[in-house]
């Protein structure tokens, strides 16, 4: 492809619009920022239609694994916010579970010799739907554990393999993808930046690289 070609493209674009676009790849947040709060899932801006072209034309690039790995996070994230919501209550059901219980061990236990066969049935039936309900809000429990120590050692695992790469500084979080800026598009923005901002405004692109320093 000619390399013109992508700009030739975008030319009868309006300015402005492309240099927000551009700008907000620059200025999105970085990878990293996404591993911090464990607690709810990462935020991303919400889409903006020109993503899909400059990328298509090779002015925005997506890394697919950093993708996918962020996306995991938050998929993680979310599993662990529901479970972790129901806590509180579980928390206070297993208490009074300890004491129902033990209550209920201790009136089978009693006088068990003098109880009809159909009491003694009842109370035993009762201790055992009590002790299940237990064994279910333990696992709930257990899960939420579990699924608190899955998302720090995967977020770990992210944050060890972005450290390693040094190009990951250049891709941000925004519109729920791992994007950044290519050669071509740094090369645009920088074409666009040396034209006045008031410029910008109501002019094509094409417009405003061809002029450039002569819109002052």
């Known amino acids: 492809m000619n390399e013109l070609a992508p700009y030739a493209r ?3 674009s309006e300015c402005a619009v492309i240099f927000d676009a551009l700008k907000r790849i620059v200025n999105g ?9 464990e607690s709810s899932p990462a935020n991303s801006d919400a889409a903006d239609i020109l993503f899909a072209s400059l990328e298509e034309l090779g002015f925005i690039r997506i890394n697919t694994e950093y993708t996918k790995q962020i996306r995991r996070i938050n998929e993680l994230k979310v599993n662990l916010g529901a479970l972790q919501a129901d806590l509180p209550s579980t928390e206070r059901r297993l208490n009074t ?9 201790e009136q089978r236990s009693k006088n068990r010799l003098l109880k009809s066969k159909s009491k003694q049935w009842e109370e035993a039936s009762r201790l055992e739907s009590l002790e299940k309900e237990r ?12 699924a608190a120590q899955e998302l720090r050692a995967f977020s770990e695992h ?3 393999a972005l450290n390693k790469d040094d190009s990951s500084a250049r891709y941000v979080w925004i519109d729920h993808a791992a994007r950044c800026l290519t050669e071509h598009g740094q090369m645009l923005l920088a074409g666009i930046e040396t034209v006045p901002e008031k410029h910008r405004h109501g ?12 819109l002052i």
């Open 10 to 12: 975008l030319g009868n």
């Open 29 to 37: 947040p970085p990878l990293d920022s996404m591993l911090v709060d």
């Open 97 to 105: 579970l300890s004491v129902q219980i033990k209550h209920a061990a």
């Open 135 to 146: 064994n279910e809000l333990l696992k709930k429990r257990s899960s939420a554990i579990a």
């Open 158 to 160: 992210v944050q060890y």
């Open 203 to 214: 002019r094509r692109l094409a417009d405003v690289l061809t002029l450039g320093g002569l």
